[in-house]
């Protein structure tokens, strides 16, 4: 916070659910909101049994689990846990890391839309509640990805773009890491 400049976090996440650790951390970050320096905790890369294990003795709920989530992994079982559990689910590697923009019925509807498949995925995500944080250190990519809220996919859009699912991870699988 001192090299930030920051008197407060808006919210902090526990990165990756290292077997053992975990606990232990949500503790000190327990900590943490209980003295104001963060506003908000949370999870990453965290699946429902890491969650289970977390709440055993967690005074404080997780507010976000954020993890890899994209049309070729839109994971759909994780998203409905976190719903029952009341935890909002933030999305990474919103684009593939990319990979996902040259998908052909992305582009096809980006084209009805007169709007780049960057723009088509990220609204997908929020249509889906989901917050998303794409990567760019292009300006013009940065103000086109935050350009998605002049319009809208339609119900059939959106299953087409859920029915791309193949379950394909581009970053490391929290059951391995
Ligand atoms: N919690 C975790 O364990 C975890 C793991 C991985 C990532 N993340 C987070 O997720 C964020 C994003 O993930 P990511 O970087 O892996 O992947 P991403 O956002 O899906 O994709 C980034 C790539 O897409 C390109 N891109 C972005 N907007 C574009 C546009 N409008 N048109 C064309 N290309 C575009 C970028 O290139 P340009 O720069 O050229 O635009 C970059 O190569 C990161 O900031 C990171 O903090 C979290």
């Known amino acids: 916070m001192k090299t930030l400049g920051l008197d407060y976090l808006d919210l902090y996440l526990i990165h990756w659910p290292v077997t053992g650790k975990f606990k232990y951390s949500w503790r000190a970050m ?5 003295q104001g320096k963060v506003r908000a905790i949370g999870v990453s890369n965290f699946n429902p049994h890491h969650i289970e294990t977390l709440l055993e003795d967690a005074k404080i709920r997780p507010a976000i689990n954020q993890f890899e989530l994209h049309p070729l992994l839109s994971q759909v079982p994780l998203r409905a846990y976190c719903a029952e559990q009341n935890i909002q689910v933030e999305g990474y590697s919103p684009l593939g890391t990319g990979k996902v923009l040259t998908n052909s019925s992305v582009n096809e509807i980006a084209k009805m839309h007169d709007k780049t498949a960057a723009q088509v995925i990220l609204r997908w995500t929020v249509q ?22 002049d319009f809208e996919l339609s119900a059939y859009e959106m299953e087409q773009i859920d029915t791309l699912n193949e379950d394909k991870r581009n970053n490391s699988d929290p059951e391995d890491f």
């Open 30 to 34: 327990e900590h943490l909101y209980q």
């Open 128 to 149: 889906h509640g989901i917050i998303t944080i794409p990567r760019s250190i292009n300006p013009e990519h940065v103000v086109s990805n935050a350009n998605i809220f």
